[in-house]
Structure formats: structure tokens, C-alpha cells
């Protein structure tokens, strides 16, 4: 059978995530020391297990809402108002979803039509591009650069609306640069969408991972912007809960009705498990984010001054767990470079275009892994850049 001849040209014309690629190739290397997946290294806190396994032996087992359960809803609702001043209604305004990737594809797929323009922000996680053209939209990049900081800025932002756009994805604290947007940032970006009917899709996953003076501020927050904005957020880097598969959605309800249908036919509600954990984690677990949060500060700033030391320049990241260092200066591309890097010194990091092209000339190293972890990797790429 010719399966080209039947096979989706949409899917087969897209590309396998470059994060996987090297992952994988490092699954089959002894010694290797991986800084590629953005996964935390701590356990998911002990409590927050103890409510899943409670769950299970109360039989807590049946499907839930579509929806979600009833009771977590409430608790993301308390949370979104204790944390970032933003009210929902937990009946039809949030949406319990497998993962934040399960939520991104839902407001994409609710919103665009084929033809419409989505505005993307790159470098950026992966899943934006593709998701969008299975939905049939358009990707229209937005290319941030080291010397804004890789922010977005509402220059940038005005110079590509246009009467094609739909919605503009908003990916801060930002994966892979740890870049992120403030206030006044903000507001600069919420000026250029007044008087438009642009949407906004903010996924703000690494929401509670900021450093130094710097607190998150959701665009939602921002006045007049929360009618027009889905904001995405989830468990998995905030508790450490990656294998539990949970995210969320809150954004306006006639927006999030439709992303429910979709959630209802493709999944029909996610792990009811998870969903026991997660209330106990939004109840009691602002001391696990805290504890956790110090711990990737101190490894965010010995990292960033591990690599400047190294002579790869390294911009400041100020979210997320992931710090984008400047390779430009060893004369090789950033898929060049990683790839020599793991057979030469069996270190896997992610090069930067696999985030967009806009990222090529750096390359992407996760920090939540252990100091004695970065310690060893740094010590072999600074013998690898000797080689060079």
C-alpha cells in the first residue's frame, strides 16, 4: 500500500520536535549528562502524591466533568485571584485539560479557521507552529532578539497584524530563553491590540517560576484585556507534576464552551487521579513552588556564569528553568554544535532553531537538574570548547 498517497500532507509536512531528536539520541549513549528536557528533577512533593494514592483507595476512579472536577475548578479560580488578581467563574470559565498541551491545542483549534494569521513569538516552545497548521491557520512569526532582551515589543507586534489575524500566542515566562514580559511590557503590547479583535493565547506555564525583583503579570490582568485572552497553565513544572499530565484553561466563556467540545470528543476528561492531587497541591503547596524556585535560582545564576565565563555569552534569563547561550563565536551552527558536543563529550543540550529560526547561533541547557549535574556538564564543554 502507498501510504504517502493516503497519509495527511498537513502531518506528514511536519517536523519531529528537535528537543526529542537529541533526547533520543542521548537514550542510546552510556555517560551521557542530559540539560535537553525541560523536566523538574524533584519529585512531585509527598503530599501531593498522598492525595492521589487516597484517591485511588476511596475509589475515587470514575470519569469526571468534561469540565473537570467541580472542586478543582474552584480551586484554580481561588488561585487566579490570590495570585494574579484575575476572576473566573469556575462553571464555565476554566477547563481542566491533559497538560498545558492539550489546552494550547484546544484554544487554537476553537478559535482559528483556515486561512487565519496566528501570530507566534519565537524563539518559543515547539508545539505552536504545528498545532496551528493542523488547525489550517497560518504561523506568522514574530522574531525576538538578545538585545530586547527577547521580549516582544509592540514595534514588532504592530508591523504584522493585519485583517488575516486571529490570535497572537504569548509564551512568557519564555521556554527556551527565559525571557519575560513585565508590567509596562505588557501594556505596550495590549496598546497595539485595542481597537482590534485579536486574540490572545498566554501560556503562562512557568508563571511561578520568576527570579530576582521579577513576579509574573498576566496580560489577562492588564485592563481590558481578559475578554480577549485564554490564559494556559498547568501542574507540571509549578509542583513538578510532568507524569500526572494536567493543565488548565480560563479565558472568556463562550471561547472556553467551544474548547470543551473539542476536549469532549478528542479526550473526554482528564486523570481523575491527577485531578485529586492537584487540589491538594493549589491548597498547600505554596511552600513546595517557593522551595523549589530558590533552588532553580541558585542554579540559574551559577550556570549563567558558568557559560560567560566560558566565553558563550549567556543573556540573564528571569523565568522559566532554561538558560539560551550564544554559540556564534565557536563558528559552528547551533545543530552542528550540539551534535558534536554529544559524541565528542556525551553532553545533550537542544539546539536553539529547533525553537524557530530565530534562535539559531545559541543553543537551549535546562537547569533543573542538580548542582553536582551541571557541574560535571559544564566542566565537559569547557573541554570540548578547548578542542575547538
Not at 61 to 84: D, F, H, P, Q, V
Not at 138 to 156: G, H, N, Q, S, Y
Not at 355 to 364: A, H, L
Request: hydrophobic share 40%; charged share 25%.
Amino acid at each position: 500500500m502507498d501510504y504517502n498517497s493516503i497519509l495527511n500532507p498537513t502531518v506528514v509536512g511536519i517536523k519531529p520536535s528537535g528537543i526529542r531528536k537529541f533526547f533520543d539520541i542521548a537514550e542510546e549513549m552510556e555517560d551521557v549528562i542530559s540539560l535537553g528536557v525541560g523536566e523538574p528533577d524533584f519529585l512531585t512533593p509527598f503530599h501531593i502524591r498522598r492525595a492521589g494514592i487516597e484517591s485511588l483507595e476511596e475509589g475515587k476512579t470514575r470519569y469526571t466533568s468534561n469540565w473537570g472536577l467541580k472542586e478543582l475548578r474552584s480551586e484554580i479560580a481561588k488561585y487566579m485571584e490570590r495570585k494574579y488578581q484575575l476572576t473566573y467563574d469556575p462553571a464555565d470559565e476554566i477547563l481542566v485539560t491533559v497538560g498545558g498541551s492539550e489546552a494550547i491545542d484546544g484554544a487554537i483549534r476553537a478559535l482559528v479557521q483556515p486561512g487565519d494569521e496566528v501570530l507566534i513569538v519565537q524563539p518559543s516552545f515547539v508545539c505552536y507552529e504545528p498545532i496551528t497548521r493542523l488547525a489550517g491557520g497560518v504561523p506568522v512569526i514574530l522574531e525576538t532578539k538578545a538585545e530586547d532582551d527577547f521580549r516582544l515589543t509592540p514595534e514588532a507586534l504592530a508591523a504584522k497584524i493585519t485583517p488575516k489575524t486571529k490570535a497572537l500566542i504569548l509564551p512568557f515566562p519564555c521556554n527556551p530563553t527565559g525571557a519575560v514580559m513585565r508590567r509596562q511590557h505588557l501594556e505596550a503590547i495590549a496598546q497595539v491590540l485595542r481597537g482590534t479583535d485579536v486574540m490572545v493565547i498566554s501560556d503562562e506555564i512557568y508563571a511561578e517560576l520568576t527570579y530576582g525583583d521579577v513576579r509574573h503579570v498576566s496580560i489577562a490582568s492588564i485592563e481590558g484585556m481578559q475578554e480577549r485572552t485564554v490564559v494556559i497553565g498547568g501542574f507540571s513544572k509549578t509542583y513538578s507534576m510532568t507524569g500526572w499530565r494536567l493543565g488548565y484553561a480560563c479565558g472568556p466563556a463562550p471561547i472556553l464552551q467551544q474548547m470543551t467540545k473539542i476536549h469532549q470528543f478528542a479526550i473526554m476528561s482528564a486523570p481523575t487521579t491527577s485531578q485529586y492531587a492537584a487540589i491538594e497541591a493549589l491548597r498547600n503547596g505554596d511552600g513546595d513552588i517557593r522551595k523549589m524556585a530558590e533552588e532553580y535560582d541558585m542554579r540559574r545564576r551559577y550556570i549563567v556564569d558558568g557559560f560567560n565565563k566560558l566565553g558563550l555569552s549567556c543573556f540573564e534569563p528571569e523565568g522559566a528553568f532554561y538558560c539560551f547561550p550564544c554559540i556564534k563565536s565557536t563558528g559552528l551552527s547551533s545543530e552542528a554544535f550540539c551534535e558534536k558536543l554529544l559524541y565528542d563529550e556525551r553532553v545533550a543540550i537542544v539546539p536553539g532553531n529547533a525553537f524557530g529560526d530565530s534562535g539559531e547561533g545559541f543553543v537551549r541547557v535546562s537547569y533543573c537538574y542538580s548542582l553536582k549535574h551541571l557541574q560535571q556538564a559544564l566542566g565537559r564543554i569547557a573541554r570540548f570548547l578547548e578542542k575547538l
